[in-house]
T-cell receptor, first 114, second 114 residues
Framework: DAGVIQSPRHEVTEMGQEVTLRCKPI?????LFWYRQTMMRGLELLIY????????DSGMPEDRFSAKMPNASFSTLKIQPSEPRDSAVYFC????????????FGSGTRLTVV | AQSVTQLDSQVPVFEEAPVELRCNYS??????LFWYVQYPNQGLQLLLK??????LVKGINGFEAEFNKSQTSFHLRKPSVHISDTAEYFC????????????FGTGTRLQVFP
């Protein structure tokens, strides 16, 4: 089991550019979560999916952020246009059953917007 | 309302000293409890979990935690820390009836000095 796979590991982009972060969850996990981590705000839940359907996107900061899960093995988080304040580490996590097993996190994507 | 509190944002200790990282929760329903560890530049890893049964739970790397229902706490302990335990530690809770997701505390930075 390769775990939760995120790409890219690092991303540096200029303000105004579109950024796409990718996540491959663990096979068989029905839940997928996107988190953002910054020094100021800590760990924030942005959105989560169950069986590819978005369940709660109340944490998405603004319309510039969008997330999709076209199938059970792939999800994207897109920021368009990006701004310097979007700089953070973005984590993807997946779970079969949060209450019994918790989450498995990916290694994260460190995004820097200059 | 359900919530998770980690009162200590930072805990400095010397190597080989014991440590306790505090976690309290607020809930009117049953809970499932987790501790995660995040080493520098890595994702979060599950350290241990309490679902039911014995209130003393042992995890990886010599850590243990005790569930105290009357005090609504789930403190993490280690009798003798190593330099390599320097990391961020997150307490997380799943609340019965809301088991889709975990609610994370704000994290405690454990700094072990030689």
């Amino acid at each position: 089991d390769a775990g939760v796979i995120q790409s890219p590991r690092h991303e540096v982009t200029e303000m105004g550019q579109e950024v796409t972060l990718r996540c491959k969850p663990i096979s068989g996990h029905d839940y997928l979560f996107w988190y953002r981590q910054t020094m100021m705000r800590g760990l924030e839940l942005l959105i989560y999916f169950n069986n590819n359907v978005p369940i709660d996107d109340s944490g998405m900061p603004e319309d510039r952020f969008s997330a999709k899960m076209p199938n059970a093995s792939f999800s994207t988080l897109k920021i368009q246009p990006s701004e310097p304040r979007d700089s953070a580490v973005y984590f993807c996590a997946s779970s079969a059953d949060a209450s019994n097993y918790g989450y498995t996190f990916g290694s994260g994507t460190r995004l820097t917007v200059v | 309302a359900q919530s998770v509190t980690q009162l200590d944002s930072q805990v400095p200790v010397f190597e080989e000293a014991p440590v306790e990282l505090r976690c309290n929760y607020s809930s009117s329903v049953s809970v499932y409890l987790f501790w995660y560890v995040q080493y520098p530049n890595q994702g979060l890893q599950l350290l241990l979990k309490y679902l039911s049964g014995s209130t003393l739970v042992k995890g990886i790397n010599g850590f243990e935690a005790e569930f105290n229902k009357s005090q609504t706490s789930f403190h993490l302990r280690k009798p003798s820390v190593h330099i390599s335990d320097t990391a961020e530690y997150f307490c997380a809770v799943s609340f019965a009836g809301y088991t889709d997701k975990l609610i994370f505390g704000t994290g405690t930075r454990l700094q072990v000095f030689p």
